[in-house]
């Protein structure tokens, strides 16, 4: 009886191959949430400046008058920095999806020519 020897690297080999895409699926989804927990802590931040500001401007001011003119001012300031945070999560949308895209394109031309060998 011949007994022949099982060969681990050609085993670890197709594994590897076969779970390449969904491994680089799940390293671009962390990017990603990563990118976006940042991008929340800083809109975070954003609003906190912006309260921390509201209280400081309704302690320091002596009238009513300075203190409109002062919440008008720190609002403009949100509202301009919110647009901006606005713009920063589109471009993280569509890099992502841009990503998503590449993927699926690489991913479905891999599958295409395993399919090829095997045929």
């Given at each position: 009886?011949t007994?022949?020897?099982?060969?681990f690297s050609n085993l670890?080999?197709?594994?590897?191959?076969?779970?390449?895409?969904?491994?680089r699926a799940q390293q671009?989804g962390?990017?990603t949430f990563?990118?976006?927990?940042?991008?929340?802590?800083?809109?975070a931040?954003?609003?906190?400046?912006?309260?921390?500001?509201?209280a400081?401007?309704?302690?320091?001011t002596?009238?009513a008058?300075?203190?409109?003119?002062?919440q008008?001012?720190?609002n403009?300031r949100?509202?301009?920095?919110?647009r901006t945070?606005?713009?920063?999560?589109?471009?993280?949308?569509t890099?992502?999806?841009g990503v998503?895209?590449q993927w699926?394109?690489?991913?479905?031309?891999?599958?295409?020519?395993?399919v090829k060998?095997?045929?």
């Amino acid at each position: 009886m011949t007994d022949r020897t099982f060969d681990f690297s050609n085993l670890f080999n197709t594994y590897r191959d076969a779970f390449a895409p969904v491994l680089r699926a799940q390293q671009e989804g962390f990017k990603t949430f990563e990118r976006l927990a940042r991008y929340q802590f800083a809109v975070a931040g954003d609003y906190l400046d912006w309260s921390l500001a509201q209280a400081g401007a309704a302690v320091h001011t002596k009238s009513a008058a300075d203190l409109v003119g002062q919440q008008t001012e720190l609002n403009t300031r949100l509202g301009d920095k919110l647009r901006t945070r606005a713009e920063e999560f589109s471009q993280i949308a569509t890099q992502t999806q841009g990503v998503v895209t590449q993927w699926i394109d690489a991913t479905t031309t891999k599958v295409a020519e395993s399919v090829k060998k095997a045929a």
